[in-house]
């Protein structure tokens, strides 16, 4: 159901996307649907929360700098190519332009953001020989906050310029991070 909420939300629109078109795209009866989901609303809860579980393990894997810049290159190239294997670039806009109008949603998206920045404020303070990078504790809530604000831009970027040139990015990517991440 949720793949096939994302696929109609990223082809239509959160609005104009409904949930009898949903319950066609996942082969299902809309009755069945509304066994599992009360409504659209609470679709798009599910999957900001299994957004949040993915970007939580993500984050629990890194190691280095190095490995933070080709993995936000790799997903980079991967929303310019729509694949659906990462989250979707338009459906994280989608979400974020429906939290204006849902404060259920906005809500849930405020608590995935402060344990996504609370998850890589732990990675960048946490000591190197423990998998971290060691930064200094007074320099780790800007860094991480400034992080968080560039991978939006990059998925605001991949939707805007899909056919931005990829040695571009990379060197941005590899710029920000290298500044963002150094000692």
């Given at each position: 159901i949720l793949c096939a909420a994302q696929r109609c939300f990223i082809d239509s629109g959160f609005h104009a996307a409904s949930m009898a078109s949903i319950a066609d795209t996942a082969q299902m009866s809309a009755g069945l649907m509304y066994r599992y989901f009360e409504n659209?609303?609470?679709?798009?809860?599910?999957?900001?929360?299994?957004?949040?579980?993915?970007?939580?393990?993500?984050?629990?894997?890194?190691?280095?700098?190095?490995?933070?810049?080709?993995?936000?290159?790799?997903?980079?190239t991967r929303w310019q190519a729509g694949d659906p294997g990462v989250v979707n670039a338009a459906l994280f806009l989608e979400m974020s332009a429906e939290a204006t109008r849902d404060p259920q949603i906005a809500a849930a998206l405020r608590r995935s953001d402060a344990l996504i920045l609370s998850d890589l404020a732990a990675w960048m303070n946490r000591a190197r020989d423990q998998g971290g990078l060691g930064l200094p504790p007074g320099t780790v809530a800007t860094r991480a906050f400034l992080l968080e604000c560039f991978i939006r831009g990059l998925a605001v970027t991949a939707v805007r310029q899909p056919d931005m040139d990829a040695c571009t990015i990379k060197d941005s990517i590899d710029d920000v991070v290298g500044r963002l991440l150094s000692p």
């Open positions: 659209k609303s609470a679709i798009v809860l599910a999957i900001i929360e299994r957004q949040l579980q993915e970007g939580r393990t993500q984050i629990a894997q890194l190691h280095s700098s190095s490995e933070l810049a080709a993995a936000l290159l790799d997903v980079f």
